[in-house]
């Protein structure tokens, strides 16, 4: 006799008022959610309000609120990042940005609307995982209930005849559902099993990891620090307010707690695609560094790539760009060096690196000895293309054929003024150029004095003297000079505390293992009822095996299918029986009776009373919430 199982038809005695008991209740822990309009009052208000918001759908509304308001944090310039792009799009959008301004948009993950969903998102996930995670402690303290007193009507269902023992059978089958990792347990005439508890356990990890993620998003925002610093070949840093060109951080982030660390740049490696259409593209951008931890710490070396930052006591230092900086001499009036030194140019043209930068020098005088403070507007180019191309930009990025193009200004550089100026531009307002013999702004394309003198060689006076000209630009009236030394690589930095940023990752990865858990693990339950009756004089033991799971799954049938094989081993099918073959009925059958013909069970006979009024002793605990719809989803 087959004992194949398949999904059976509850039919309309299944409903609410059938008799599954408490077979099918609490197989999730899923708040109820009473959707009905509260009693007037404030303490009926307050109950419905919070019913609400730790409901599973405004848990979800809240969550996409979440996502849709981060939005135009990408798309709009953000205070925090970017003030400059502000500014710049305040002037071009004048009555846009108004609006923005008044909604919050230049500074959304700090703004009161963002604020708010962030916080009732939290206590709403909160509100609904501490009575949830109560609920589920007070089922695993609980056995699974009883068997109800008609498995017919459960969805997958399988019986056969045996002559062993019920109390042999049920034996064998606790055994075997023990086995399997089911909790099992004896009820009267049935054993009563249940399995799949990862499911809820998934459930909670999954909530629990989110309000993980906010708490660490929101530890990021508040004790985060983040700071840019550009260093020249030879230069150094240390990790301290006054070293950055550009700091921010959090409110609750003290600068006098800063890690001391520092690094120091000793070269930069970058080569780039000569051919092709990928011509200029970086191949190799690597800056070769040293660093130390602690006032007396050991140097150690290390290099630091774009997808490779460095990570020094909790910082992180990023790669973000590159550049020259054209080393220069400037002389005054009396022949003396008042300024030697790096000057870092910040590219114009990304693809092939043309520079702009300034040199001020406010310590110059002239062969009289008044003061004369001189300012130097320049673009550096690494590959020239040389005169007659018509073009002062870059061909390729590399140091091809570097050239400084120098404009000489001289006057009051606004120093002593007390504004802050940028180091990168010149403010022309209050000084004068110096003129050429043509009456035009003097200006000069220099070589670099390393280069060009390597190649006139020392001993040529001559060509000595021609690469000084090559290389200097002298001004007017015997007032000084500028000399174009050679030229240097510098890096930009990104050094970054985010202490967040492992809370969140731990948050993200449980809150993956918890959903996969939720959504492959299924709860359910099996009874297995064996009970001794006579037919025909015959006494018999009926086998009866059911299961009911949370939710509608082919798994189910096919695993209870699996139980009843293993269970012929201890409860084989009896004989058939000789009388009632002649009535044309299957033996072992009674007459009146059909058997499914698909699986091979048979149900148990519509006129039978049931074998027990109910076999479920009374000691034993039940869930006590009643009825449940046993295709009842999972709801957080």
Known sequence: MSTK???????????????????????????????????????????WFWRQLTSMRVALLLLFLLSIGAIPGSLIPQTSVDPTKVDQFKAEHSTLAGIYDKLGMFHVYSSVWFSAIYLLLFISLIGCIVPRSWQFVGQLRRRPPAAPRRLTRLPAYTTWRTDAAPDEVLGAARRLLKKRRFRAHRSGSAIAAEKGYLREVGNLVFHVALIVMLVAFAVGGLWKSEGNKLVTEGD??????????????GPFYDTDDMEPFGFKLHRFDATYERTGPQRGTPRT?????????????????????VNTPLDIAGNKVFLLSHGY???????????????????????????????????????????????????????????FGGRGTGSMFSQFPALDFPVLSVNAYHGDLGLDSGLPQSVYKLDTKRLKKYQDGKGGILKKMLLPKDRVERHAGSKNKAAVRAAEEQTTMKLPNGEGSITFE???????????????????????????????????????????????????????????????????????????????????????????????????????????????????????????????????????????????????????
Do not use: C
């Open 486 to 636: 050679g030229v240097k690589s510098w890096a930009s930095f990104k050094v970054s505390h985010q202490p967040g940023n492992g809370l969140a990752l731990t948050g993200a990865v449980a809150a993956l293992l918890g959903l996969a858990g939720s959504l492959f693990i299924q709860r359910r339950r099996v009874w297995v009822r064996a009970e001794r009756v006579e037919e025909n004089g015959v006494g018999v033991t009926v086998v009866e095996m059911a299961g009911l799971g949370r939710s509608e799954s082919a798994r189910l049938p096919e695993e209870l299918a699996g139980l009843a094989g293993a269970l012929f081993l201890d409860a084989p099918p009896a004989p058939d029986a000789e009388p009632g073959t002649e009535s044309g009925t299957e033996p072992g059958t009674e007459p009146g009776t059909e058997t499914d013909t698909e699986t091979g069970a048979r149900p148990e006979p519509a006129a039978d009373p049931d074998p027990a009024p109910d076999t479920e002793a009374p000691a034993e605990p039940t869930d006590s919430d009643g009825p449940a719809d046993p295709s009842e989803g999972a709801r957080a």
């Open 325 to 383: 900086s054209p080393v220069v001499t400037v002389k005054d009036g009396r022949g003396k060096t008042v300024f030697h030194g790096a000057t870092a140019f910040l590219p114009a043209d990304p693809k092939n690196l043309t520079s702009t930068g300034v040199v001020k020098v406010p310590g110059a005088q002239t062969k009289d000895g008044k003061r004369n403070q001189l300012g130097f507007q320049a673009m550096f180019v690494p590959t």
């Open 236 to 249: 150094g840093f240390s990790n301290s307010l006054t070293q950055y060109d550009e700091f921010k951080s």
């Open 5 to 47: 199982t398949t999904p059976r038809d509850p039919g309309p005695e299944a409903d609410a008022g059938s008799d599954l008991g408490t077979a099918g209740s609490q197989l999730s822990t899923a708040p109820t959610e009473d959707v009905s309009f509260p009693s007037l009052g404030p303490l009926g208000w307050a109950r």
């Open 285 to 305: 951008y690597r800056a070769q560094i040293s660093y130390f931890l602690g006032a007396d710490g050991k140097q150690h070396r290390s290099a630091i790539e």
